[in-house]
């Protein structure tokens, strides 16, 4: 075929689609993508205590590292930047993450116009006074926003591990603050006391904050709880009163899963819980960003879970994946993460990546 017959059939063919395509789609010449499908995980190996592994894949595309630690105003976060929480106001992305500092862990916060570029804005939070439950560390701040107020839930705790480490250690407690914009100034709620940890409970350890969602005139939190890890629900009416925990948590401990963050696919009515999944070596750590699916928020199937991003798909770090928080940008969902890099598993010199989910996400067909 000679050139010019060869260019008059590409211009037929692209006339042709673009005839096809539905009126507001323009001369595309490629489809839309199919969205991101949930697929059986051919190698799903096992954990020496027989934990659960996840029997299916929804592999992200990684972008690698968006914010290095070190650069925060005040030496805040000169040890590492980890446990985040991304959310948007009017075209600007708000991170809070913990920056480990000469003095403990903080919330920080880091802003952006396009989830690569980040300024970071120092410690949104204080430590509290010696003796209240905020002594050690006040980090983790998850925001939920009602009209003009932003309420936000963090976590406390009046205990670390030795200097100059400072890891926030148990108890973890969800505490409150409050503010006027996405950028504070934050308030502490010292007499609002969401819920806490009780003993002999499933929460017996840990009672930390995690993802808001708004039902009808009820609030559900889906928070981290221990003994053995894993995620409860908690609920209230008011933001700025006591909740009430689930008796029961959402999954088993074994799954050994901690933190929460949520989208909803309107394409489907499915909701998409993405979490931390804790992995064991010779020790436990940090393995996995796992996500679980339902079309009920009361109810959940944990065979219905998938790795999303490990040592397999992460451009950078080969054994250890931090906490995930995910945000849906047109027609992809952003997950940013935590990860030392490399083949380290430690808490600290933590670095915040950035990974992509094309949307919709689509289950199994008999999930």
């Given at each position: 075929?000679?050139?010019?017959?060869?260019?008059?059939s590409?211009?037929?063919?692209?006339?042709?689609?673009?005839?096809?395509?539905?009126?507001?789609?323009?001369?595309?010449?490629?489809?839309r993508?199919s969205?991101?499908?949930?697929?059986p995980?051919?190698?799903?190996?096992?954990?020496?205590?027989?934990?659960?592994?996840?029997p299916?894949?929804?592999?992200?595309?990684?972008?690698?590292?968006v914010?290095?630690?070190?650069?925060?105003?005040?030496?805040?976060?000169?040890?590492?930047?980890?446990?985040?929480?991304?959310?948007?106001?009017?075209?600007t992305?708000?991170?809070?993450?913990?920056?480990?500092?000469?003095?403990?862990?903080l919330a920080?916060?880091?802003?952006?116009?396009d989830?690569?570029?980040?300024?970071?804005?120092?410690?949104?939070?204080?430590?509290?006074?010696p003796g209240?439950?905020?002594?050690?560390?006040?980090?983790?701040?998850?925001?939920?926003?009602?009209?003009?107020?932003w309420h936000?839930?963090?976590?406390?705790?009046?205990?670390?591990?030795?200097?100059?480490?400072?890891?926030?250690?148990?108890?973890?407690l969800?505490?409150?603050?409050?503010?006027?914009?996405?950028?504070g100034?934050?308030?502490?709620q010292?007499?609002?006391?969401?819920?806490?940890t009780?003993?002999?409970?499933?929460?017996?350890?840990?009672?930390?904050?995690?993802?808001?969602?708004?039902?009808g005139?009820?609030?559900?939190?889906?928070?981290?709880?221990?003994?053995?890890?894993?995620?409860?629900?908690?609920?209230?009416?008011?933001?700025?009163?006591?909740?009430?925990?689930?008796?029961?948590?959402?999954?088993?401990?074994?799954?050994?899963?901690?933190?929460?963050?949520?989208?909803?696919?309107?394409?489907?009515?499915t909701?998409?819980?993405?979490?931390?999944?804790?992995?064991?070596?010779?020790?436990?750590?940090?393995?996995?960003?796992w996500?679980?699916?339902?079309k009920?928020?009361?109810h959940?199937?944990?065979?219905r879970?998938?790795?999303?991003?490990?040592?397999?798909?992460?451009?950078?770090s080969?054994?250890?994946?931090?906490?995930?928080?995910?945000?849906?940008?047109?027609d992809?969902?952003?997950?940013?993460?935590?990860a030392?890099?490399?083949?380290s598993?430690?808490?600290?010199?933590?670095?915040?990546?950035?990974?992509?989910?094309?949307?919709?996400?689509?289950?199994?067909?008999?999930?």
């Open positions: 075929m000679s050139t010019s017959r060869m260019s008059v590409i211009f037929q063919a692209g006339l042709i689609l673009a005839i096809l395509l539905p009126a507001g789609c323009g001369a595309r010449l490629f489809p993508s969205g991101s499908r949930i697929i995980n051919s190698a799903t190996g096992a954990y020496p205590d027989n934990r659960p592994a996840a299916y894949r929804l592999d992200a595309r990684d972008d690698g590292p914010y290095r630690h070190g650069g925060g105003p005040g030496r805040c976060d000169e040890l590492g930047a980890r446990d985040i929480w991304l959310f948007e106001s009017d075209g992305y708000y991170l809070h993450y913990d920056g480990a500092g000469p003095r403990g862990w920080c916060l880091a802003v952006s116009r989830l690569v570029h980040w300024a970071p804005k120092g410690p949104i939070l204080d430590f509290g006074s209240e439950d905020d002594a050690a560390s006040a980090s983790y701040g998850v925001v939920f926003r009602e009209g003009c107020t936000m839930f963090y976590l406390g705790t009046p205990h670390t591990s030795p200097a100059p480490d400072l890891i926030p250690a148990f108890p973890y969800t505490m409150k603050a409050i503010g006027e914009s996405p950028s100034p934050w308030t502490k010292k007499d609002v006391i969401p819920f806490r009780a003993p002999g409970t499933y929460y017996a350890d840990t009672a930390s904050p995690g993802h808001v969602i708004k039902s005139d009820e609030y559900r939190m889906f928070f981290s709880a221990s003994m053995k890890r894993t995620i409860g629900i908690a609920r209230t009416k008011n933001l700025n009163g006591p909740w009430t925990i689930d008796p029961r948590p959402i999954f088993s401990p074994e799954e050994q899963v901690e933190n929460s963050s949520l989208y909803f696919e309107e394409a489907n009515q909701w998409f819980l993405f979490t931390n999944h804790i992995g064991l070596d010779e020790f436990e750590y940090t393995d996995a960003v996500v679980y699916w339902t009920d928020l009361d959940w199937d944990a065979a879970k998938a790795v999303v991003l490990d040592g397999k798909n992460c451009a950078w080969r054994k250890c994946i931090g906490l995930p928080s995910v945000i849906k940008v047109k992809r969902l952003a997950i940013l993460y935590d030392p890099g490399g083949d598993r430690s808490h600290m010199n933590r670095d915040i990546g950035l990974a992509w989910l094309d949307l919709p996400l689509v289950p199994p067909d008999r999930s």
